[in-house]
Every structure is written in C-alpha cells, then in structure tokens.
C-alpha cells in the first residue's frame, strides 16, 4: 500500500508531505494505482518549480519507492492551489482504491 502523509502546521498551512511504499495493485510495470499516484505527485513537484518561486527540498529514494518533500517556506497563493490540487487527485484514488492508497494528514 502506497502511503501519503501530509505534515500540517496547527495554522493549516503545510510543511511538506512524504509518500512511501509501492501500491501493490499489480505487479511492477502494470500497477495503475502506483503509475496514478506518482504521476500526480511528479507533477506536483514539476509543477512547483516551475511555475512558482516557492522553495522546497525533495529526497528521492527511488530503490524504495520513497519521495519526502519539505516545503522551506510557506508555500505562495500558486503552491498552496497546487497543493490542493495533488490533495484532491490523490483522496480520489484514495475513494476509489482506498485498499492501495492511504493519504493520511498528522500535525506538526
């Protein structure tokens, strides 16, 4: 199961999220759910630099199917709209392949 957590600042504003794991839909190379998430996710990253100044550190550990992003700053009006955007894609998939997919948000 692929998870998400997302870090939130008790003012709701974001500090980063972490996603982990591989889906376990299908097999590697067929997963849909997995090939989904991080297309969404990749895209959110893409996204952020090159559309907004926000600044940002990615971890990528690609062996273990782990990207930790954390935002070093609070993210601009755009950031915070991509942010919503990856949140909304992924709790979709989560309705609908909750058993593969867990987006869970914890305060920081």
């Given at each position: ?5 997302f870090?939130q ?12 794991d591989?889906?376990?839909?299908d097999?590697e190379?067929?997963?849909i759910v997995?090939?989904?998430?991080s297309a ?14 926000d ?6 550990d690609e062996e273990?199917?782990?990207?930790n992003?954390v935002?070093?700053?609070e993210?601009s009006?755009?950031?915070s ?5 990856l949140?909304l894609?992924l709790?979709s998939i ?5 058993q ?5 948000f914890?305060?920081v």
């Amino acid at each position: 199961m692929t998870k998400i957590t997302f870090y939130q600042r008790e003012d709701g504003s974001f500090q980063g999220f972490d996603s982990r794991d591989h889906a376990g839909y299908d097999e590697e190379g067929q997963d849909i759910v997995c090939s989904a998430v991080s297309a969404l996710v990749i895209n959110f990253v893409n996204s952020l630099d090159q559309l907004t100044d926000d600044n940002y550190q990615a971890d990528v550990d690609e062996e273990n199917a782990r990207l930790n992003v954390v935002f070093t700053e609070e993210l601009s009006v755009e950031g915070s709209l991509l942010l919503k955007s990856l949140i909304l894609g992924l709790s979709s998939i989560e309705e609908e392949q909750g058993q593969y997919l867990d987006v869970i948000f914890e305060e920081v």
